[in-house]
Structures are given as structure tokens and as C-alpha cells.
């Protein structure tokens, strides 16, 4: 079993940048797959980036392309997620989650067996 806590959210004006960050216990990191969703207010919960165990492959939704970055370090046990030029419509809470049973990455919420408990990102216009 895993536990994540995610860090670096706060409020950051639009066109700014931030680093989210996701730190892992136990000494199987490199096991799972991570993965970032987020959930605005009165929405659901999207994908927002995942990357393959060995931190090879990253998967990024449109919205993200050109913006958002997914990295991870397998001897830190944690996965980041760099926000560069973000707008009003990122703001949400954040949440990094973990995939034990799946292949490489993956977009839905189910796949995923261990999430943490957020960090919110408001971004100011």
C-alpha cells in the first residue's frame, strides 16, 4: 500500500507558474503508475497527466499540452506536475493518485488504487 501527499498548491495569477509536487511512502514507487486529476468546483474529477513507471512515457489531456508537465524521481519517491502559463480554468484542487495493474498510463479514474488528499490551485485573472 502507498500513501501520497501532495504539496505546492496555493494562489498563483494567471500566466504565472507553479510545481505541484507528490510524495510517496513505501519503497515500491517505481511499482506504480502516476497519475494527476483534478476537480473544479461543481464538476467531476478529469485526468489531468499520468507517466509510466519508469518515467519514460507521459500522457498529458488537451488541455494541458504545451503547458502542463509530468515528471517523476523513483529514488525521491515522487512525481511532479509543472504548471506554466495557467489560466482562471485551472483552478481546482489537484490530486495525485497511484496505479498498480495497469500497463504504462491511463486516463480513468478506476484504474487507480491510492489517491491523496489534494492540493488546491487558484489562479488569480
Known amino acids: 500500500q502507498v500513501q501520497l501527499v501532495e504539496s505546492g498548491g496555493g494562489l498563483v495569477q494567471a500566466g504565472g507558474s507553479l510545481r505541484l509536487s507528490c510524495a510517496a511512502s513505501?519503497?515500491?514507487?517505481?511499482?506504480?503508475?502516476m497519475g494527476w486529476f483534478r476537480q473544479a468546483p461543481g464538476l467531476e474529477r478529469e485526468f489531468v497527466a499520468a507517466?509510466?513507471?519508469?518515467?519514460?512515457?507521459?500522457y498529458l489531456a488537451d488541455f494541458g499540452q504545451g503547458r502542463f508537465t509530468i515528471s517523476r524521481d523513483n529514488a525521491k519517491n515522487t512525481v511532479d506536475l509543472q504548471i506554466t502559463s495557467p489560466n482562471p480554468e485551472d483552478t481546482a484542487i489537484y490530486y495525485c493518485?497511484?496505479?498498480?495493474?495497469?500497463?504504462?498510463?491511463?486516463?480513468?479514474?478506476?484504474?487507480?488504487?491510492?489517491w491523496g488528499q489534494g492540493t488546491q490551485v487558484t489562479v488569480s485573472s
Open positions: 493518485a497511484a496505479a498498480s495493474k495497469i500497463a504504462s498510463y491511463s486516463r480513468r479514474i478506476r484504474d487507480y488504487d491510492y
Open positions: 507517466i509510466s513507471r519508469s518515467g519514460s512515457i507521459t
Open positions: 513505501g519503497p515500491t514507487f517505481s511499482n506504480y503508475v
